[in-house]
């Protein structure tokens, strides 16, 4: 009879006892799953010290409700895009303001302009003097 060890990652270690002429097969398959749960230890150690989850995310019935992002970036991101979206709705004017943020929204200004129902070459002009504003504002305000 030979003993081998097998290490598994949630149950204490258990010792297997295994003839002779079954050796070399068993060694092999608990060699491979004592790698296995070496590597699934290794694995949930690196996720639970290195995955921004919440705290608050759970897994409940089965699902995973754990987000990626963790709270603090959530509101950071949240408090950044209201500061922007602030700053923009007091230094344009409300039709400059809703033209560039759907110009900045992904369309081009032809889409800009027929969602606006307006020519295009006011619309471009509108753009140009909002991107024109902001930029005087912005490099005024902060030294190069």
């Not at 990652?9 to 295994?18: F, G, K, R």
């Not at 991107?131 to 504002?137: A, E, N, S, T, V």
């Amino acid at each position: 009879m030979k003993e081998v060890q097998y290490n598994d990652p949630y149950e204490v270690p258990v010792v297997i006892q295994i003839e002779e002429d079954d050796a070399e097969g068993i060694e092999e398959i608990v060699r491979f799953l004592n790698d296995d749960a070496r590597l699934t230890q290794n694995l949930e150690r690196k996720e639970r010290y290195h995955t921004p989850y919440h705290i608050e995310g759970l897994e409940y019935e089965g699902m995973d409700y754990a987000s990626e992002m963790d709270v603090a970036s959530d509101v950071a991101d949240c408090d950044e895009e209201c500061f922007i979206d602030e700053w923009l709705r007091k230094n344009l004017t409300p039709l400059q303001y809703r033209r560039f943020r759907l110009y900045m929204g992904g369309n081009s200004i032809r889409e800009v302009a027929r969602l606006e129902g307006a020519d295009y070459s006011s619309v471009n002009e509108s753009i140009k003097a909002a991107r024109k504003k902001l930029k005087k504002i912005w490099y005024g305000a902060t030294p190069l």
